[in-house]
């Protein structure tokens, strides 16, 4: 084991070996396939959500939303100023200007008001009834696959062997700080502190916050859990707190893509389209072989 | 291994290709298949049926929207759509301060009914103080005040092949080539008949302003505010959306609305 683990992988060694002897299978049908169609479903639910918010592009704290009073802790506006047209989005009352992306977009010279560029709208003109069609369908996809996966994972193990806080999580995180600064990356079978507080994180916080905050936006919902939106804060601070969720769902987003570029996009994509992951040769790294003991 | 690590540099030419091809992608791909009729958009509108069935599944028949207290009015109630009828009977109506205005009760009734607006107002009404919540995200709470609807159904007699209530506005919302169109909606009989689903013709304590719907409007307390038609004069029982403009079921149905504005 030791001799073969420690063979580099020069032209005098044998590769068939090599590779029984780092791939391995890592990630199991459930979880590939609810992750593929969570992918699909939070990029349509992202667009058609930003087009649903376009047509409020403000946020309030409350119950409902004050006209009379001042409840807006998120606006996005256009206004017209000596130089033209002005996009700009106002937080906690600090105005910034964010012309060309929001408040005020489009193609040179066809400019109009609106919060979301339609680059980053589906459909790509104001349609609120259509946004709506593709929000509630892909919502349902996204908490049935959510089910479905929890179930599985349950049932597989993968919660509680890969998901699961450990002891050993919390002495190896400052480490893994560092690592993940420097971009190093130990392939292993297990997930590492932060890629446990990550996946954990929205698929046990921010995706049922995000269903949960839904709901609650629901008029129908709120007579059937009347007590959702007093937990809340009310409608207007939950239709608030979904919002939030999307702007960290799509931090967790940036920051996967980039770690998976980083890490090595092939490998970690083969592992979660086909399982197999090519993980370091043992007692090649110090570090990891330490931590996996 | 060093087959997997990757320089800086690679990785910053990776991340902005990565993101830049996001940023172009666009998403105009998808408007052309999203129109009203089109194949994929049926298909994803039968979500709005599953949504449909599931809240009534756990809301029933009289799970009741919840209710506010005086204080929760901290605004006047904001008004949506039209807000001044431009049309010449609905004026000449208004001139009169509705004392010619009649509400019409038709369609598959036993008794089709003509109500004055004394009329309704001699029958038993019901307060609340709700929250608005209109399809654009916005919510405002005030307190109305108007005839349960089903009791104006039970004195029209409802005949069993009935299924849903249409709303007939003064209103014009829209102009086509065909003519004026003016507002229309449907419920289906569980929210025509819930004990909140009133026919309002107060406002915070005060006759129901013009910008509001006046004389008479819909509240139909567990959905959207497109579901609740304003400056009504008929009430038509019908058993399905054929007769029904466009055939979905409302204006903003037919202009792509799901007909259930429950979520």
């Not at chain 1, 130990?186 to 916050?209: I, S």
């Not at chain 2, 919510?139 to 709303?167: E, H, N």
């Not at chain 2, 006046?214 to 029982?237: D, N, S, T």
Request: with cysteine.
């Amino acid at each position: 084991m030791e001799s073969v683990a420690r063979s580099q992988p020069t032209a005098g060694a044998d590769p068939a070996a090599r590779k029984d002897e780092t791939l391995i299978y890592r990630q199991s049908r459930w979880t590939r396939l609810t992750h593929w169609i969570w992918a699909i479903s939070l990029f349509f639910m992202l667009l058609s959500g930003l087009q649903i918010f376009n047509a409020r592009p403000q946020l309030y704290i409350g119950k409902q939303s004050g006209f009379d009073y001042n409840n807006t802790i998120f606006a996005i506006g256009a206004e017209n100023t000596n130089a033209g047209a002005r996009g700009y989005t106002e937080i906690f009352g600090h105005r910034f200007d964010t012309t060309g992306v929001l408040g005020w977009s489009g193609p040179a010279g066809q400019e109009t008001a609106r919060g979301f560029p339609s680059w980053a709208t589906i459909p790509s003109y104001y349609d609120l009834g259509t946004a709506r069609v593709i929000h509630f369908f892909f919502a349902w996809i996204l908490t049935t696959t959510l089910i479905v996966w929890l179930v599985a994972s349950t049932v597989n193990g993968h919660l509680r062997r890969d998901l699961a806080p450990r002891l050993d999580d919390l002495k190896r995180l400052p480490q893994d700080f560092i690592d993940h600064a420097k971009l190093k990356f130990h392939h292993t079978r297990e997930y590492n502190t932060l890629q446990k507080m990550a996946y954990g994180g929205v698929l046990f916080v921010l995706l049922p916050l995000m269903i949960i905050t839904g709901l609650a936006m629901s008029p129908s919902m709120d007579s059937v859990l009347p007590f959702l939106n007093d937990l809340l804060g009310g409608r207007q601070t939950a239709r608030t707190i979904h919002f939030t969720v999307m702007v960290l769902l799509v931090a967790f987003f940036i920051v996967h893509i980039l770690m998976i570029l980083a890490a090595g996009p092939i490998n970690e994509l083969r592992s979660i389209i086909t399982g197999w992951y090519r993980t370091d040769p043992p007692a090649q790294d110090d570090n990891s072989t330490e931590r996996s003991a | 291994m060093a087959k997997f690590e990757i320089s800086r540099r690679k990785f910053l030419t990776g991340a902005s290709l990565g993101a830049s091809g996001i940023m172009l992608s666009g998403c105009d791909a998808f408007d052309s298949q999203l129109s009203i009729g089109s194949g994929l958009r049926s298909f994803l509108e039968n979500a709005n049926g599953l949504t449909y069935r599931a809240q009534r599944l756990l809301a029933g028949r009289d799970a009741l929207a919840p209710e506010f207290t005086e204080a929760d009015i901290r605004q006047p109630q904001r008004p949506n759509g039209v807000t001044a009828p431009d049309d010449d009977v609905y004026k000449g109506l208004l001139a009169n301060n509705f004392a010619d205005w009649r509400l019409e009760v038709s369609g598959l009734v036993e008794k089709p009914l003509s109500l004055s607006r004394e009329q309704l107002m001699n029958m038993p009404s019901r307060t609340q103080i709700t929250r608005h919540d209109c399809v654009e995200g916005w919510s405002c709470i005030a307190k109305w005040t108007g005839t349960p609807l089903s009791l104006v159904l039970d004195q029209a007699v409802v005949k069993p092949q009935a299924r849903y209530v249409m709303f007939h506005c003064l209103d014009t919302i829209d102009r086509s080539l065909s003519g004026d169109i003016k507002y229309y909606g449907t419920i289906d009989l569980i929210d025509a008949r819930h004990p909140q689903t009133i026919l309002a013709y107060g406002l915070n304590g005060k006759p129901l302003p013009v910008e509001n719907g006046a004389p008479l409007r819909a509240r139909v307390e567990r959905q959207l505010g497109y579901k609740m038609p304003k400056f009504l004069y008929k009430i038509e029982l019908v058993d399905g959306f054929a007769n029904v403009g466009g055939g979905r079921g409302g204006y903003w149905e037919d202009n792509g609305y799901d007909w259930y504005g429950g979520i």
